[in-house]
């Protein structure tokens, strides 16, 4: 990440107070369909993993909204010196979870980066955000 923020003339100089801002607790803001599903599935017994691509901890933005005890495990690409689409993140999930991989769906939002865990024997679906962009 700070790589590329060196490369982008505005943020030169000011890659500390861009990455204070992006991290905070409350800039990113999940769907507003997030918590009722998320709710829904912990009161049917499932158990949830997040794999995400963030280069920094997404569990603060879980905790600030609430949904941190909603989910069983954070799987961080950072964490792991991996990005997606690489098939080990999901089977990090996978293993945190003690889910058998038949009975595992993986739910993204993007075919591409989140195509490693039709790799590793995962069954996926895709949503698409609302708006029509591929991410956020």
């Given amino acids: 990440m700070w790589g ?3 490369r982008v003339d505005f943020l030169r100089g000011a890659e500390e107070a861009a990455y204070r801002e992006l991290t905070a ?8 369909d997030t918590e009722p599903v998320l709710r829904a599935l912990r009161d049917r017994g499932l158990r949830v993993a997040v794999v995400s691509d963030f280069a920094w901890d997404l569990r603060i933005h879980l905790a600030h909204h609430g949904l941190d005890a909603l989910i069983d495990t954070c799987v961080v690409s950072y964490e792991q010196g991996r ?7 999901f089977l990090k999930a996978r293993a945190d979870l003690g889910d058998d991989p038949r009975a595992t769906l993986m739910v993204g939002d993007n075919p591409v980066r989140d195509g490693g865990a039709a ?13 029509g962009a591929p991410d956020r």
């Fill in 83 to 89: 990005e997606k689409p690489d098939p080990q993140l």
């Fill in 4 to 6: 590329w923020w060196e």
């Fill in 25 to 32: 607790p409350d800039a990113w803001v999940p769907y507003p």
């Fill in 119 to 131: 790799a590793c024997g995962l069954r996926s679906a895709h949503l698409h955000p609302p708006g």
